[in-house]
C-alpha cells in the first residue's frame, strides 16, 4: 500500500474505532442511545405517543442536516482528522520535556524523594484524576484567552460561526486555536505530571484508554458529543457548578449577549465556576440562537474559515506595527539635542 493510502486508514481506524478517541464510533452510539432515552423519557413524560419518526425528525432536525453550516463542520473534521497532523504537528511543546523539567526543578529545590509506600492502584487514581483536572484547566484557560484577545478571537470565532450545533462542530476549529490550545496543554498537563511524579517519588502512569485520559473518555462517551445538538439537556443546582451539560454549551454558542464569554469548560463547569464565568442554564429550553456574524460573506466556506481569519488577525496587529517609530525617525538621545 502507497504511504498516503496507508496514512490514511490509519487516521481513519484511530479517528473512529480508537475506543478513547474523540471520534471513535462507539461514543458515538453511546451518544446516540443517551440522545433516544432522553427524548423517549421526554415523550412519556409528556404523555406523547412514542413513534420513531419523530423522535428521527427530533434527533436529525432537516434544517440542521441540510445547513451549509454542518458543510463547514465537516470539511473542518476532515481537515483536523487527516492534515492537521501533518501541517502542524511539529509546534508543539513537549509534554515529557516540561513533565521532566518540573519534577528535576523540584527535586534541586526541595530534595528526593523516595518512592510512596502506597499501592500502585492508588498513586495511579491521584495522577488520573490530577492530570484530568489540569487538562480542564488548560482547556479553560485556552478557551478564556481566545475569547478575551481580539486577535485569538479571530481563529476561535471560526467555530461560534457554526449556526446549527452537531457532533461535528466539536471539530470546527482553526489550526492555529488548535496549535495554541496543545501547547497549553502540553505546560498544564506535563506540570501536573512532573508534580505528580515528584510527589510520589516515581513516574505515575494515569489510566487511559488509546492514550488519552480514563475520566476524559468517560465524558466522551457520556455527553461531549451532546453538547454540539440541540437536545436541551441540562444540569442545574450543584450539578450545574460541577459539569458541563450539552445546555451549558449550547449557552456558550448563545447570540445572547448575556451569555458571551461563559461556560468555557470543557466537562466540568468547575474551573468557570471558581473563575466566575459560569452560566447555569435553566431546566426548561431556553430560545436560543446560534452563529457569530450569520451573514458574513464567505460564511461556512474554506476561504471565510480556513483563510480570513489570519487577514482580520492581521488587520489587528497593524496598529500595533504602525505605532512603532521607523528606524529613520526614532527620537534622538537627550544628549544630542541639548
Ligand atoms: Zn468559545
Ligand atoms: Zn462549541
Not at 450545533?165 to 502540553?186: D, E, G, K, S
Not at 458571551?260 to 466566575?276: E, H, R, T, V
Amino acid at each position: 500500500m502507497s504511504p498516503g493510502i496507508s496514512y490514511f486508514f490509519g487516521q481513519l481506524g484511530k479517528a473512529f474505532f480508537a475506543l478513547g478517541s474523540h471520534a471513535s464510533l462507539l461514543s458515538l452510539a453511546a451518544a446516540f442511545l443517551i440522545a433516544v432515552a432522553f427524548l423517549t423519557l421526554r415523550r412519556y413524560r409528556k404523555g406523547r405517543r412514542i413513534r420513531i419518526k419523530a423522535l428521527l425528525r427530533a434527533l436529525f432536525p432537516r434544517h440542521v442536516v441540510t445547513s451549509k453550516s454542518s458543510l463547514a463542520d465537516l470539511g473542518y473534521f476532515y481537515f483536523n482528522i487527516f492534515l492537521f497532523g501533518l501541517v502542524f504537528g511539529w509546534a508543539l511543546l513537549s509534554y515529557e520535556v516540561v513533565s521532566h523539567s518540573v519534577a528535576q526543578a523540584l527535586t534541586a529545590a526541595f530534595g528526593p524523594r523516595p518512592p510512596a509506600a502506597l499501592p500502585a492502584f492508588v498513586y495511579r487514581t491521584a495522577i488520573t484524576i490530577l492530570l484530568f483536572l489540569a487538562y480542564e484547566l488548560g482547556y479553560w484557560l485556552n478557551h478564556y484567552l481566545s475569547h478575551r484577545i481580539p486577535f485569538l478571537w479571530e481563529f476561535h470565532k471560526v467555530h461560534h460561526s457554526a449556526t446549527v450545533l452537531t457532533p461535528l462542530t466539536n471539530f470546527r476549529v482553526h489550526p492555529v486555536y488548535m496549535c495554541i490550545f496543545l501547547n497549553i496543554l502540553a505546560l498544564f498537563i506535563g506540570t501536573a505530571n512532573g508534580f505528580g511524579n515528584y510527589i510520589f517519588g516515581q513516574a505515575a502512569h494515569q489510566y487511559a484508554v488509546s492514550e488519552n485520559n480514563i475520566i476524559l473518555v468517560f465524558f466522551i462517551y457520556l455527553y461531549v458529543h451532546l453538547q454540539h445538538t440541540q437536545l436541551w439537556i441540562s444540569f442545574t443546582g450543584w450539578l450545574g457548578h460541577l459539569f458541563m451539560s450539552p445546555a451549558h454549551h449550547q449557552i456558550h454558542h448563545s447570540r445572547n449577549p448575556a451569555h458571551f464569554n461563559k461556560n468555557l469548560g470543557s466537562c466540568l463547569a468547575l474551573w468557570d465556576w471558581i473563575f466566575g464565568t459560569l452560566y447555569v442554564p435553566a431546566a426548561e429550553p431556553e430560545k436560543l440562537e446560534f452563529g457569530v456574524e450569520p451573514d458574513r460573506p464567505n460564511a461556512h466556506t474554506i476561504r471565510g474559515e480556513l483563510f480570513a481569519p489570519f487577514a482580520r488577525a492581521a488587520l489587528l496587529l497593524k496598529p500595533l506595527i504602525d505605532r512603532r517609530p521607523q528606524a529613520g525617525a526614532l527620537p534622538a538621545p537627550e544628549q544630542e539635542r541639548a
